[in-house]
């Protein structure tokens, strides 16, 4: 039976468009980005990526990164359970809030975390105080990284765990497992897949995250300079080849992030084809 | 207790309801809600004069302007281009199919400054596409189109993956029917398919819309940051905090925070009812 745009001349069209576009509008920039970084050849690139201020945001970028992780981890991993475990009032108005790092502009994310926490903020001033400073400092940067990045893990989880329902984790609690055991054995094997690509989103986004970032930073070369903020100001040095070395890691990292997921969702859907 | 009572779900059997609860309101209540608090505490130092005069400053009044017409006609771009790759992905099978699956992805995944810096150079007169598209007329670099373009490229993703598993679902005998019944190709998608797609298409579209007014990295980049021309919203928050005005970027952040968190939450009541139709009562 026939099906809607079946037709051979409809179907090619509409996959040539398909094609033609994404390669202009979605293909064509990644390939600019190594155009650009490699365009004075390798050893220009391996001097821009191999000097210290490159460096050292690398390790700026990487750290937070790292810290970012186990904590939107702890958190998501604990509001998809919340949510999908238990009804209790108020259930709904907890999924809207995760969705909240979304819809702020990053600009704005940063602010209020500078208002609040910088010095003339109500907690940043008692900070001052006690000489603790947050903002314009790593961890700074660490807090506004957290708060768009939080809704990955949790977001990922909870479609997946609603739909495997309590059944299995019922079972193991009433066959008299304690929570932990029932978590490890049960719940983990179960959601790893999905707890692993929200890892990995949680990730591409802490390492590229700049608007947010800009406001909190300070952007100091050589102390809390990130990778995409350094990235910016190569390119408004008029260092492009510089400033595309800088993009060319952050691509690679984007395009490990698209594998990881394409393998991720073969392996699922080789799962569903097998049961 | 016998095991009977306890597996009919009126008593909690499973644990952790304390300690994810305790985890989950305390992370929500520092990180998402405590800083927002500081927001209203520096407001609460301005007048409502003060605050009015801000806001409709008329250079701000323009960055709004530009927001919200460039981030309109990205959405629209998205919501035609976001619904062609949707289709084409599900409905056809072809060579290279997995890779332009993976590629809508692409927007995602990539840092916004690194998509911002590409856009410009790609775009400039000099560039790959501004070498061919400045002859013919088209400036799209520093201008408005460059700000709808860059807005466009990050919040793609957004329609094609509310659109595809939609269309993934939509059992194979809604369009025989129509197509046994004669009908063209043209009026059996707008009749028969369009009904079931437009709800995920506004979703998606609509999150695409909250996402590209707030895009920043993107976009100063290839906006060439003309005042009254090119500048965009976030970036005046940005221009009065680099000249210590808290007050001044408080305001208007104020504004960008009260549209996109009312947009969300539209678009979380919109999605909530027409899940609710589909699955007959239960959201």
């Known amino acids: 039976m026939r099906r809607i745009g079946d037709a051979p001349a409809v179907k090619r069209l509409l996959i040539g468009a398909a094609l033609v576009l994404s390669a202009l509008f979605l293909l064509l920039p990644l390939v600019a980005i190594f155009a650009q970084a490699f365009s004075q050849g390798m050893a220009v690139f391996w001097s821009n990526v191999s000097n210290y201020f490159t460096l050292h945001a690398i390790g700026l970028t990487l750290g937070v990164a790292l810290l970012t992780i186990p904590i939107c981890l702890v958190f998501g991993v604990a509001l998809a359970w919340l949510v999908t475990r238990f009804s209790f009032p108020g259930r709904r108005i907890l999924q809207t809030l995760i969705d909240i790092p979304f819809a702020v502009s990053p600009v704005v994310a940063g602010l209020i975390y500078l208002l609040l926490y910088g010095r003339n903020g109500w907690i940043g001033s008692w900070l001052d105080g006690h000489d603790i400073q947050l903002m314009f400092a790593w961890p700074g940067i660490l807090m506004v990284t957290v708060f768009v990045t939080c809704p990955f893990v949790a977001r990922e989880l909870i479609p997946l765990m609603q739909a495997q329902g309590s059944r299995e984790e019922e079972a193991a609690a009433t066959l008299g497992a304690k929570g932990w055991i029932t978590f490890w054995r049960v719940t983990l094997p179960n959601i790893r897949w999905a707890l692993l690509y929200g890892i990995i989103l949680t990730n591409a986004r802490a390492v590229g995250e700049f608007g947010a970032v800009s406001v909190v930073s300070g952007a100091i070369r050589g102390q809390t300079n990130t990778l995409p903020l350094h990235l910016e100001q190569l390119y408004q040095d008029y260092n492009a080849v510089g400033a595309f070395a800088c993009a060319a890691l952050l691509a690679l990292i984007a395009l490990l992030t698209l594998a990881a997921k394409a393998s991720l969702e073969w392996r699922a859907s080789r799962r569903e084809a097998l049961l | 207790m016998s095991l009977a009572l306890r597996l009919t779900g009126n008593t909690r059997v499973l644990p952790g309801f304390g300690l994810s609860m305790g985890i989950s309101v305390l992370f929500i209540s520092l990180v998402l809600l405590l800083p927002i608090t500081g927001l209203f505490g520096q407001l609460s130092n301005l007048s409502l004069a003060q605050y009015w005069a801000i806001i409709t400053e008329g250079r701000i009044v323009a960055s709004y302007t530009v927001t919200i017409g460039a981030a309109a006609v990205a959405a629209l771009i998205n919501a035609v281009f976001g619904l062609l790759l949707a289709w084409v992905l599900v409905r056809y099978e072809f060579p290279g199919k997995r890779l332009l699956d993976a590629l809508m992805d692409l927007p995602f995944a990539l840092p916004t400054a690194v998509a911002g810096i590409t856009l410009a150079t790609l775009y400039a007169g000099s560039g790959w596409m501004g070498r061919l598209l400045e002859p013919l007329g088209f400036q799209v ?39 046994s019944l004669g009908a063209t190709d043209g009026v059996a998608f707008r009749r028969v398919i369009m009904p079931h797609l437009w709800p995920a298409l506004v979703t998606g579209t609509g999150l695409a819309f909250v996402r590209s007014l707030g895009e920043f990295g993107a976009i100063i980049f290839i906006a060439g940051n003309m005042p009254y021309e090119t500048e965009i919203t976030a970036l005046m928050i940005f221009v009065k905090l680099q000249e210590y005005d808290y007050a001044g970027a408080s305001a208007i952040a104020s504004v960008v925070l009260f549209v996109s968190l009312a947009l969300l939450l539209a678009i979380n009541v919109w999605q909530g009812r027409f899940v609710r139709r589909l699955h007959g009562g239960k959201g």
Request: hydrophobic share 60%; proline share 8%; net charge negative.
């Open chain 2, 141 to 179: 670099a520093y201008t408005w189109v460059g700000i709808a373009l860059a807005m466009a490229f990050t919040s793609i993703p957004f329609v094609v993956r509310t659109v595809q598993p939609v269309l993934e679902d939509l059992p194979a005998e809604v369009d025989e029917a129509a197509m």
